[in-house]
């Protein structure tokens, strides 16, 4: 079993930056990919980014250029570094763990960007 969680979240201004972290424990050596997804109000969840523990990421298109999603794989434990930050970004941000067929998710951190 897997378990995440999730820090940085937070409030910031349009144009500002955040860094979201997620830790994984348990059994780690059973995931293969990690990633971010966020839920805005009244939207279905989607896909920020995601990372394949070779270091290969994929970015929702929305994001690209803005956000930076890394690896350690010695801690299990990705980053989502975000600079320019809009209002669109204010969403509830998951972190995701697939394992095998099953994806895990944390309890999710809340990003509001004010104009």
């Known amino acids: 079993q897997v378990q995440l969680v999730e820090s940085g979240g937070g409030l910031v201004q349009a144009g500002g930056s955040l860094r979201l972290s997620c830790a994984a424990s348990?059994?780690?050596?059973?995931?293969?990919?990690m990633g971010w997804y966020r839920q805005a109000p009244g939207k279905q969840r989607e896909l920020v980014a995601s990372?394949?523990?070779?270091?290969?990421?994929n970015y929702a298109d929305s994001v690209k250029g803005r956000f930076t999603l890394s690896r350690d794989n010695a801690k299990n434990t990705v980053y989502l570094q975000m600079i320019s930050l809009t209002p669109e970004d204010t969403a509830v941000y998951y972190c995701?763990?697939?394992?095998?067929?099953?994806?895990?998710w944390g309890q999710g951190t809340q990003v509001t960007v004010s104009s």
């Open positions: 990372i394949t523990r070779g270091g290969i990421t």
């Open positions: 995701s763990a697939r394992v095998i067929v099953t994806t895990m």
């Open positions: 348990g059994s780690t050596f059973m995931i293969n990919e």
